[in-house]
């Protein structure tokens, strides 16, 4: 296991995230994540840790509304939100992390297009 740290672009949202050493990233097309090309490292919410904030998040949601997506006030950045396919976990921005050296990364690719039969593939 290893501890990452991240946040956004102007360091108003930071966080700490221990991952193991190999991770699988989700990629998925979906309306929100494809035009920022997010990519979602999933962590236990127990591993997550949300340092600094000082109410620089705003909420959107959308669809289902299960999904709570949060983006800095200040600079607009999404490093992490609380996704709906991974209940009790919170959804990274792999591209927010300080330093991603030394993570072996796999990509594993999600139809968000098609959330409810590509949920069913979801290992």
């Known amino acids: 296991m290893m501890q990452v740290t ?13 991952i193991e050493e190999s991770v699988s990233l989700l990629i998925c097309n ?14 236990p919410e127990a591993k997550f840790t949300l340092e600094a904030a ?3 998040l705003t909420s959107y949601r959308f669809g289902s509304g299960e999904a709570e997506h949060l983006f800095c006030k200040v600079c607009g ?12 976990c919170v959804s990274v921005n792999f591209r ?21 039969m590509a949920k069913l593939n979801l290992r």
């Open 6 to 18: 991240g946040g956004c672009h102007c360091k108003a949202v930071r966080f700490t995230a221990e």
């Open 96 to 116: 927010g992390l300080d330093d991603r050296t030394g993570i072996t990364v796999e990509r594993q690719y999600f139809d968000g297009k098609n959330w409810e």
């Open 54 to 56: 000082d109410d620089a």
């Open 30 to 43: 979906c309306s929100i994540c494809e035009p920022i090309a997010y990519e979602h490292l999933i962590v």
């Open 77 to 88: 950045v999404k490093s992490y939100y609380w996704p709906r396919s991974h209940p009790g």
